[in-house]
């Protein structure tokens, strides 16, 4: 199992540079982000990250900004406890609760997805995570055979069956996320998700009515084409895990690939977006 590193830095001027810098974090293996008092708080697998690389190869190295930086390491057998005394329940669009299996019923919504986080990622709280989920309750009637990929602790896969999917494939590439994602299957009793771990060429030549991706911009761009060759005509694919600045790449990739933008939504500067399969 692989130990969190949390990298904090804080920034004068804060704004805009945290979101520069989280675009480029995102790509030096960094997955899940914070903003806390004018810092800004990057996780990743500590074996991964190259602080080096992040001094050297970001907006730290010559953008016009001072900065303090320091990294702490949470043991992946500590995080359980740290989570349930942080981990608030998450409502959205007052229909939808993520909750954990210590909160009080009272949380819980008319759609509630149990999850048992056993990293410092996953649990819903990230503003791409919250417009993904928004953006699937829109949807209906819901689609029926589901792609997830990045799954995650697979929250979404779960959500996506519980809106009325029957077939739900979620993927991704590390084992213990795949682990993780199971026990919170069998948590919410779910039926009808088959976890595959591996990237997107585990899909080989399976077609999706609907496809979910929550990754981040260098993976979604590669992604995309294959994305588009994966899903039914008229085939609805979500995307987020990028920020607003983002936006004209991912459409241009998106429109080549035959996807036509139906709806743009934002939150705290992250995108998601959802396209239409022609």
């Given at each position: 199992m692989k130990n969190t590193l949390c990298l904090k830095i804080s920034l004068q001027p804060f704004n805009p540079w945290s979101e520069i810098l989280v675009s480029q974090l995102s790509e030096m293996n960094f997955s899940s982000f914070e903003e806390k008092d004018n810092c800004l708080l990057a996780y990743g697998n500590e074996d991964e990250i190259n602080i080096n690389q992040v001094l050297n190869e970001t907006c730290l190295n010559n953008a016009p900004?001072?900065?303090?930086?320091?990294?702490?390491?949470?043991?992946?057998?500590?995080?359980?406890?740290?989570?349930?005394k942080e981990y608030e329940a998450i409502h959205i669009d007052n229909k939808i609760s993520i909750t954990a299996p210590f909160h009080n019923q009272k949380e819980y919504l008319d759609i509630n997805v149990l999850v048992q986080a056993q990293t410092s990622f996953g649990t819903g709280h990230?503003?791409?995570?919250?417009?993904?989920?928004?953006?699937?309750?829109?949807?209906?009637?819901?689609?029926k055979k589901i792609l997830d990929m990045g799954t995650g602790t697979g929250v979404l896969a779960i959500l996506a069956e519980k809106l009325g999917a029957n077939a739900v494939t979620a993927v991704d590439i590390e084992d213990w996320s795949i682990d993780n994602?199971?026990?919170?299957?069998?948590?919410?009793?779910?039926?009808?998700?088959?976890?595959?771990?591996?990237?997107?060429?585990?899909?080989?030549?399976e077609i999706f009515d609907l496809i979910l991706a929550n990754i981040n911009k260098n993976t979604l761009t590669n992604h995309v084409p294959i994305y588009s060759k994966c899903l039914n005509v008229?085939?609805?694919?979500?995307?987020?895990g990028f920020?607003?600045?983002?936006?004209?790449?991912?459409?241009t990739i998106c429109i080549e690939n035959q996807l036509i933008l139906s709806e743009k939504n934002q939150k705290e500067g992250w995108l998601c977006?959802?396209?239409?399969?022609?």
């Open positions: 900004i001072t900065f303090e930086w320091t990294t702490e390491i949470f043991p992946y057998q500590n995080w359980n406890e740290k989570w349930e990230h503003p791409t995570t919250q417009l993904v989920i928004s953006t699937m309750n829109k949807i209906f009637p819901f689609p994602a199971k026990n919170n299957a069998h948590l919410n009793e779910s039926k009808s998700i088959t976890f595959l771990c591996g990237d997107i060429n585990i899909l080989k030549n008229n085939g609805l694919l979500i995307l987020s920020l607003e600045s983002d936006f004209d790449e991912m459409n977006l959802s396209y239409s399969k022609i």
